[in-house]
């Protein structure tokens, strides 16, 4: 059914400005042969912005195609590069925000680890909320405590002086909803805080990253159209800035009614410049691909989202791309949700003779230099 109001806001001023058919609904699920990566479900991406909040949307994502489970893997964490991004986190909940003696609660916790590292390093309790977990109900002497499920408005009994959810709510076609159910968790928990990081869709439009809008990312928004979202739920924003080199947005909010406020103009703008130079930017990929190809071997340097669209957007029949490289071991041996690349790991990059690898994000260029240089691997890296 076509969407005729904004999810966030309700208005009605909506523009279409990206449209792809029968894309892969999932970029992080493990597959584990290439007869399996080409059968993935697959859905239509019509993304979608609203001039009166700056919301960015999916009008065609249909949840019921989604399932997040076991064989779920998003895990970043391999990566010094984002280890580091990690580190800074921690240190600024536990050393400037005072997350220390706390009740934390992380919603989308994945399989815990950032939260373990949050209650060891902070002397707190935790409690993770995923879908997708499989590790045991409790650990630390029962200092950490997991449920296998979504986090929502029958958890009040749960206590919660902190509640964090990072890269979840751009999973969420309903924000509002997932924000108010937070809400009623907290309950009359008035000193309770809330912090949320996102990709940020202004720095999206604004690079031309033709690969940063898939099917699972329903959601999208700027520093404003999160602000307003956190409004409406019933918080009150605290602060909100830009993170790991302004890929990310950081949110924090405290449960208290503050007055919405709606500013849309910027991101229509950026989405309709990006919509003018989408094709030209997906040709200048191919063409790019394509000269590479004919110098030798060519990889993509993450199979993440990012990496897995752009090999389906790019290479969908396998013809110029050999592989995608991760440093995430459960990802190595697996193939590309779409198109059935073949997953592997850096050092594998020598034995296939790759003589390019591009880089799916430059924040990881060091990193990966580093890796290629120890490794006496001569693969050329390419932005």
């Not at 968790?185 to 604004?206: D, M, Q, S």
Request: with cysteine.
């Amino acid at each position: 059914m076509p969407v005729d109001a904004c999810p966030l806001c309700k208005g009605q001023r909506l523009s279409a400005f990206l449209h792809r058919p029968s894309v892969p609904v999932h970029q992080n699920l493990l597959m584990q042969n290439r007869d399996q990566a080409r059968a993935i479900v697959r859905g239509d991406l019509v993304m979608t912005v609203c001039a009166d909040c700056g919301f960015v949307f999916n009008a065609a994502f249909a949840p019921e195609l989604i399932s997040y489970g076991e064989s779920y893997d998003n895990n970043q964490g391999y990566s010094s590069s984002f280890q580091h991004h990690l580190d800074d986190l921690i240190a600024l909940l536990i050393n400037e925000k005072g997350v220390r003696g706390s009740q934390v609660v992380e919603v989308g916790c994945g399989q815990g680890q950032f939260l373990q590292r949050l209650v060891e390093e902070g002397d707190n309790y935790g409690t993770g909320f995923d879908p997708s977990y499989t590790g045991p109900r409790e650990v630390m002497s029962g200092r950490m405590h997991f449920e296998s499920r979504y986090y929502d408005e029958n958890c009040t009994a749960v206590p919660a002086d902190v509640v964090i959810c990072r890269h979840v709510i751009e999973h969420v076609p309903d924000p509002v909803g997932l924000l108010k159910s937070v809400r009623s968790a907290i309950g009359t928990r008035a000193n309770a805080k809330v912090f949320f990081e996102t990709p940020c869709v202004e720095w999206i439009l604004k690079n031309g990253v033709v690969w940063d809008f898939f099917y699972e990312h329903c959601s999208l928004f700027t520093a404003s159209s999160l602000s307003t979202a956190v409004q409406l739920a019933g918080f009150r924003v605290d602060e909100v800035k830009h993170i790991f080199g302004d890929q990310y947005l950081w949110l924090e909010a405290s449960p208290i009614d503050s007055q919405v406020n709606l500013d849309g103009a910027r991101v229509s703008e950026l989405a309709v410049t990006f919509s003018k130079r989408e094709t030209a930017l997906f040709k200048y990929w191919q063409d790019r691909i394509s000269q590479l190809a004919e110098d030798g071997r060519v990889a993509l340097w993450g199979a993440g989202a990012k990496g897995a669209t752009f090999a389906n957007l790019i290479d969908p029949q396998c013809e110029l791309i050999d592989c995608l490289v991760d440093l995430n071991p459960n990802k190595q041996g697996k193939y590309v949700a779409g198109t059935g690349h073949a997953i592997v790991g850096p050092l594998q990059l020598g034995e296939r003779r790759v003589t390019h690898a591009v880089l799916m994000n430059p924040n990881y260029r060091q990193e990966n230099e580093t890796i290629l240089k120890h490794a006496g691997i001569a693969t050329n890296l390419i932005e």
